[in-house]
């Protein structure tokens, strides 16, 4: 009798004890930390931010003007590269704006619509977001930029070095560029939202097209999105900085970090201009 009540008591307990895992269990299911890919997470403060699948941040740096890694050294300690060949991509997120690079160091990093990705070591759990406007040079890659910013050495038409005076000289230049990190100009001749340059002649506005959007969506944060708005040129949609449209030079060809046109027509009369935090606002 006393066995009886003892086996008895033993499967109680068992059955109790197995419930209770497969509840703790079910209640707690164990999640991949595998990197597959990249995927969109909302943030409170950022909206829509792009995340490896597991919802770790991913950032750009500005100094990547062209489509190349500056972050070597003791900078890719602190901002680890990310890789990962044939990603999984997910939804809202578009398989053509992804691309790979093979850097100095001979390791590959997978880019973004030209942008090398980042993670920052100080994120230390998903949907954590501590890496933007460090330096201001580092921001949350998001899939709703209108512009970017970059950091470089403006080299001009003529093969020499500028400012972002449009003078001669070395300096590591402030500028903005369209999401693709294409260099965007204004033109000193334009007055207060008014475009000054375009004719509607195909022939000659290929010489400087505008920045055609539709809208303004977002912008890295260093950037104030209310310095931007849109205008109708001959039925077309120019963004417009502080007040000034905004152009790309044609010579650039659509080469991500080329700034050519910072010495067009003649080197030094600075006609055609980059764009950044200083750039001083038109008034009407």
Same mark, same amino acid.
């Given at each position: 009798?006393?066995?009886?009540?003892?086996?008895?008591?033993?499967?109680?307990?068992?059955?109790?004890?197995?419930?209770?895992?497969?509840?703790?269990? $079910?209640?707690?299911?164990?999640?991949?930390?595998? @990197?597959?890919?990249? #995927?969109?997470?909302? =943030?409170?403060? +950022?909206?829509?931010?792009?995340?490896?699948? =597991?919802?770790?941040?991913?950032?750009?740096?500005?100094?990547?003007?062209? *489509? @190349?890694?500056?972050?070597?050294?003791?900078? &890719?300690?602190?901002?680890?590269?990310?890789?990962?060949?044939?990603? &999984?991509?997910?939804?809202?997120?578009?398989?053509?704006? +992804?691309?790979?690079?093979?850097?100095?160091?001979?390791?590959?990093?997978?880019?973004?619509?030209?942008?090398?990705?980042?993670?920052?070591?100080?994120?230390?759990?998903?949907?954590?977001?501590?890496?933007?406007?460090?330096?201001?040079?580092?921001?949350?890659?998001?899939?709703?930029?209108?512009?970017?910013?970059?950091?470089?050495?403006?080299?001009?038409?003529?093969?020499?070095?500028?400012?972002?005076?449009?003078?001669?000289?070395?300096?590591?230049?402030?500028?903005?560029?369209?999401?693709?990190? $294409?260099?965007?100009?204004?033109?000193?001749?334009?007055?207060?939202?008014? *475009?000054?340059? &375009?004719?509607?002649?195909?022939?000659?506005?290929? *010489?400087?097209?505008?920045?055609?959007?539709?809208?303004? #969506?977002?912008?890295?944060?260093?950037?104030?999105?209310?310095?931007?708005? @849109?205008?109708?040129? +001959?039925? #077309?949609?120019?963004?417009?900085?502080?007040?000034?449209?905004?152009?790309?030079?044609?010579?650039? =060809?659509?080469?991500?970090? &080329?700034?050519?046109? @910072?010495?067009?027509?003649?080197?030094?009369?600075?006609?055609?201009?980059?764009?950044?935090?200083?750039?001083?606002?038109?008034? #009407?």
């Amino acid at each position: 009798m006393k066995t009886k009540m003892y086996l008895a008591l033993t499967g109680s307990i068992a059955l109790t004890l197995l419930a209770a895992s497969c509840k703790k269990n $079910h209640d707690n299911p164990t999640k991949s930390t595998v @990197v597959t890919g990249v #995927q969109l997470s909302t =943030n409170s403060t +950022f909206g829509s931010v792009i995340t490896d699948n =597991n919802g770790r941040s991913l950032y750009l740096f500005s100094d990547d003007a062209a *489509n @190349v890694s500056n972050c070597t050294g003791g900078c &890719s300690v602190v901002w680890p590269a990310f890789y990962k060949e044939n990603p &999984s991509i997910g939804t809202g997120l578009a398989a053509t704006d +992804f691309g790979v690079i093979t850097n100095t160091d001979g390791n590959k990093q997978t880019t973004y619509k030209g942008w090398p990705l980042y993670y920052y070591s100080k994120d230390v759990a998903a949907n954590d977001l501590n890496g933007d406007g460090v330096g201001k040079s580092w921001f949350v890659a998001k899939p709703d930029y209108t512009v970017m910013v970059s950091y470089a050495q403006l080299i001009g038409n003529d093969g020499n070095q500028y400012t972002s005076k449009g003078i001669a000289g070395t300096e590591n230049s402030q500028y903005i560029t369209d999401v693709n990190g $294409h260099t965007l100009y204004m033109f000193t001749k334009d007055t207060f939202k008014t *475009n000054k340059f &375009s004719t509607g002649v195909a022939a000659h506005d290929a *010489n400087w097209p505008i920045d055609a959007v539709t809208a303004v #969506q977002n912008v890295p944060s260093i950037l104030n999105k209310a310095d931007f708005d @849109v205008i109708t040129v +001959f039925g #077309q949609t120019q963004l417009v900085y502080k007040g000034h449209p905004l152009y790309y030079f044609g010579q650039d =060809n659509g080469v991500k970090g &080329s700034t050519k046109g @910072v010495s067009f027509p003649t080197p030094g009369a600075a006609i055609w201009q980059i764009n950044n935090t200083n750039t001083v606002a038109l008034t #009407q």
